[in-house]
């Protein structure tokens, strides 16, 4: 039984990066150069715009995958995981990839290595005799290290209250950074003892904090307030229980009731569902009090007595005790609030743990501890783990905020939090940056090793830059230039500058100024992001963080060794420091900065300095260079690392954009000069203009009759459109709301498509190997005709070289201040026309390819981010959008898409002016103001009141304290109260204004309220897409948008306000080849060899980024996918549950990806009996999904058509009906009336009809499937046959009923009617049919034509291209992959 997934739901967006901060204490800390490494995983793939075309499994989002950590030898996804460790994510690559078959070949090879070095990995079992507790045995592993065996103590019931104690084995204590094959006499069965140490003050304040994170473990507060990288999970809640206990305790009633609120047409939408609360999520009260006292610290006299710190502890029976805490550990004084009496109490209990103390003088405590420890030992790993990045909710319930006094002295104490691990000092950023990418990355150990070390360092920097960002703009940090301007200081927080974006000395004035000193900072990012891709030795980047935070940008680096010691002037060897007056080079940067443009496409150029100097640069003119006191050469200021995007700026009246971008209503003059075209764009555009050189020389080379040189090349090889006029048809259809032919991919059509396409990707391969078999030699070489061609060919394509392809962009061709060596000639000319045919291609080309990607489904976004999420992947800019907005509202069946994209285009300009708007208001009033924002948006209240938000100190501020207080409550705060002044019109008003200078896009809408009428909006979304987008986070209520007389939002609903965070991502590259290398497996049909690679990807990127994190979700969903087409429908939805809580921690629990993991993890659950549970999780998965963007979306048809089919399996044909009947108008709507989905929809609507006894209706239903299938497949085709069958089923039923009721009518049967003779669904039948609109056919294929198939698979390939069976060409499409999975089933 094998298996074919046949469509895809979702849109193959990049999952987002994410970082994360795992942290439990010192000891927990690994040493970076330690050869064990305390693994977490995920990876992404390189290429931005890969897809995740696995066939058989057709994954819904573009693959770039992370992993999960192992340890004490096992991966947490089988485990439970302890660890301290930071984890960051990974990134999309933007350099050049090796190609498939490289990647594969690496991989394969690693794989062979990782054998051989981990060949005397081998488990034992040691036994651990801990103090006060039976001894337990354990399974190890010689690699492992001491710790993880600390580590495990930590964490387990019976252990997890001590940390001070060390392991012996015969007496001998072990060095915890040893690793375990390294420990003399460690053998099978060997004892090693746990050993109580006497504590020093360090000790005792980290068993003190231990013991406060034990009693708060459950607590779900840090994640509401978005602190310690802990974050929200509700499935457990969801299903009560853990699915994988329930399976064991199967009960025969079913619980199917849908609630109310997501049943099909309901429009009112309920937030509170969206946290369920459980009735045990803060778990059972310990204690009332612990926390340190004011007698701290003991004076010099009670020192040299052993005392360490006091604390005073109120117990649930309200016993108010003061504790010493000692070196021998923990004993009640018999000091009071007002008197010190440091002696030990009577009678004197001394305990090593001080929860051993409270066990013995409260029952409260002992029997809660207990209780709470239960509790926390059953949860899943992955529900406590910390996430990569810290993840906030937009809205969270009321909270109490209690006594706790680590936390006041976190965020009070002059020490950096997680980074006291290093006493006494702060840590060198830069140089920790910098060092980890100069470790040796030769073999895969040094590999893991070095990117273990940069992900850990460079997740902790951005948690730190992070932390100062916040401290800076909250007006906690002292200006290193305090006599300036607010808005021109400068900050120096733990080793990180800091700086504002604004435009400081006029700086930006002819490139926009704030509006540009604003964007170069996101520029400089990108930059900063693809020259660390490349990462070439010698050559660095600094640290970079953009946090924005209550309406300001702050940008956070780290500081270059030197630069504060002297003048820019003097620190800078390249570059310019004044836009291209002054000018310098490098030959070191030059050598450099040329090897990494050759990845980049970066031309290099030369350009006039004020001294008529001609200067030669390898990038933009404001990337400058500066040689470190340290010797290292770094580059900073990349805002212009990419080439400009003419579409949006306005050109000298020589400068002239094409006629077809001219038509679409371009060039759109933007608010700065600083637009660049992404990395994604270019990459595409020079692979179009390849394809194009390779086509138009191998026709030519065809004609003169070179082909015959070629081996094994036959016929002719015809010259195709170019990309460009490929698409001319399609865009100007797009524009005018028509589309060719019907937009429907149905499966049974697939492999029809997939053999031209196929065909046409052979020519093309054929076509590169003649072209290069002949530019692959010297120049000189060629003969004359060639020589010709080659030229023709590059001529044509705008290569810069005259017999090679060479297409390479210079940054500066249209900077203002620049001046160029030639500035008329042809070589400039040139240049710029490649600027200006970037700029048209993706207008021209990947606009319409977007848009041609929504009609067929490929990208299906279901909100504002993954809108922008599939744009970015085609390199289309987010400025765009209002363009698409305008193309989408001519195509119908995209309507649900042009909603989505009205919906982020208001809530993208209202975050423009909220940026703004907020930089006015003083932090008392900051609820308030915000408040009043929303109402202002989103109320139908036409007069919104507002509350200051000082009358509750109702006191009037004296004027005159007005100056002095201006600086001290934060940057630019003032006392005046503008924000006041706005009001819904006005602001709807700036909106408005704001779409048509900034988008380009016109709303056809005076109010919000008609807006959302018009483009079939809802509040609700705004509201989460907003709050999502500035920090914003509002309380968990029902709010009611619609009473014109009342207020929606009040200064008691703004509960926090969170940074958004942007920053690169370190890469995990073995992992992302092993990851690549299964999928290319797992399309050739051989789903072992697939799942073996995909496992061990997982391991190696647990070696990298640890526990938790975005695309290890993703890789666990590919594994139980795997489990589920295979068979072991139990280990599907073992590691289906993994990957949903892990969406949940690092997506977010409303997140599109995470509505997409509870749907396959619904599909798994049923296929292991759980129906019940099937039920809630597909009801959750609607919830959200019509939270997050309404009810009129294809994935509501795709849900509804599950839910239907479930509640069919148990009998509510009632219910069932509504919902199929919503699909069947969804799909009607979406895939068009001849759609074999709508087919599938009339079918199981009928079913349900039939169930019901409605046989006319179910007859007329049937009748449609049947005459799809007709006209789609033929008249022979089985599923015709099958709905002809069917057909005649229900006739004969419908006959019998009407005859039943003629007789009963005309008195021969009396009054009673007889029984239906139905025959109820069986839970098989559901299951394929669940399988089927879920994407996955079950194919009945012997053995022997398997192996057939792959032989002629093989022989095919070799005759191609010589490629192995391992090796797919990059080139081929998607359909291409498909078929060949489809023919190996």
Known sequence: MMALETTVAHDENNLKPCKADLRTGDDCRKSENSNSVCNGVRSESDDPDHKTDSGVLEDDRQTKLNVCPVVNGRNVINGNFSGSESLSNYAKEQSEEPSEKSKSKVAEDDLKDRDILFVHDAGFTIKIVPPGVEPFEIQVNCMELVQEIHQLLLD???????????????????????????????????????????????????????????????????AYNGVECSSLSFLNTVTQGDILEKKKFRTDSVDCTPPDFIMPNTTERFLIPLQPQSKEQKGPQCLKVLTTNGWNPPPGIRKMHGDLLYLSIVTLED?????????????????????????????????????????????????????????????HPFERVATPYQVYSWIAPPAEHSIDAIRSEDAFSSKLGYEEHIPGQTRDWNEELQTTRELPRKTLPERLLRERAIFKVHSDFVSAATRGAMAVIDGNVMAINPGEEAKMQMFIWNNIFFSLGFDVRNHYKELGGDAAAFAAPRNDLQGVRVYSAVDLEGLYTLGTVVIDYRGFRVTAQSIIPGILEREQEQSVVYGSIDFGKTIVTHPKYLELLGKAGVQLKILPHKAVNDKSEEIELCSSVECKGIIGNDGRHYILDLLRTFPPDVNFLKLDESETISEKTKVLGFPIEHKHKLCC???????????????????????????LGIAKQVKDVNGSVEMENSPSEETKETTAALCNGHHSSDSNTDFTKVPVVKAESESNVLETDKAKKMVESITDGDENSLEDSTKEIVRKAAFTVGSLKEFEFDIRFNPDVYSPDVLHANPDGERLKKERQLVKDAAEFLVIVQIPSFLRDCLDHSASPLDGATLSEAMHNRGINIRYLGKIAEMLSKVPQLEYVYSIAVAELITRCAKHLFTTYLQGVEMMSLSAAISHFL???????SVPHYSNGSDELNIKIAKKNKNKRRNRSGVLSSQDNEWTNTAPKSLWTNISAELKTYYGWTIESETIDTAIAKYSLQKISLLRSFCMKVGVQILLREYCFDNRHKQTFFEEDIINIFPIVKHINPRATDAYHFYTTGQTKIQQGYLKDGYELISEALNLLNNVYGAMHPEIAQCLRMLARLNYIMGDHAEAMSYQQKAVLMSERVNGIDHPYTITEYTH?????????????????????????????????????????????????????????????????????????????????????????????????????????????????????????????????????????????????????????????????????????????????????????????????????????????????????????????????
């Open 677 to 703: 075209l992404r990395q994604e764009l270019v990459d595409a555009f020079i692979e179009a203009r390849y394809m194009m050189f390779i086509k138009f020389a191998a026709a030519q080379l065809q004609s």
């Open 156 to 222: 387990r019931e019976d252990t997890c209250h001590r940390t001070c104690f060390s392991l012996q084995l015969d007496g001998t204590t072990l060095d915890n950074f040893a690793e375990l094959k390294n420990v003399e006499g460690l053998k099978e069965r060997s004892v090693i003892k746990v050993v109580e140490e006497l504590y020093t003050v360090r000790e005792a304040r980290i068993h003190v904090r231990h013991v406060r994170d034990l009693l708060k473990s459950l607590d779900p507060n840090d």
């Open 1161 to 1385: 993890l619904a599909l798994y659950c049923f296929a292991n009996s759980q129906i019940s549970t099937a039920l809630k999780l597909l009801y959750r998965a609607r919830y959200l999904a019509i939270v997050v963007c309404g009810e009129n979306h294809p994935e509501i048809a795709l849900l509804d058509s599950n839910i239907g089919l479930v509640l069919h399996a148990v009998g509510e044909y009632d219910l069932s009906l509504r919902f199929l009947e919503k699909a069947l108008g969804l799909n009607i709507k979406y895939y068009g009336a001849k759609s074999l989905k709508v087919a599938v929809s009339y079918h199981l609507v009928a079913r349900a009809q039939s169930c019901m006894g409605d046989f006319r209706s179910a007859l007329q239903n049937e009748k449609e499937t049947y005459g799809i299938y007709k006209q789609q497949l033929g008249e022979e085709h089985e599923k015709t046959k099958e709905s002809s069958e069917c057909l005649r089923h229900l006739t004969q039923q419908a006959v019998i009923l009407q005859k039943k009721m003629n007789e009963i009518y005309t008195g021969k049967l009396g009054g009673s009617f007889p029984p239906l003779q139905i025959q109820p669904p069986t839970m098989g039948s559901v299951l394929d049919m669940l399988n089927i609109i879920n994407g996955i056919l079950f194919v009945q294929i012997s053995q022997q034509d398997i192996e057939t198939f792959r032989a002629e698979f093989e022989r095919s390939q070799k005759k191609s291209d010589g490629a192995t069976k391992d090796d797919i060409d990059e080139g081929t499409s998607k359909r291409d992959v498909e078929e060949a999975d489809w023919a190996s089933r």
């Open 319 to 379: 016993k108010r005790l003061n504790v010493t805490a000692s070196t021998k550990g923990f004993f009640i004084n018999q000091s009071t609030d007002d008197e010190f009496n440091p002696k030990p109490a009577i009678p004197n209990h001394l305990c090593h743990s001080l929860v051993d103390l409270l066990s013995q003088i409260s029952p409260g405590f002992k029997r809660n501890f207990a209780l709470l420890q239960k509790k926390r030992t059953q949860r």
């Open 935 to 941: 109402n202002c948006l989103l109320s139908s209240c």
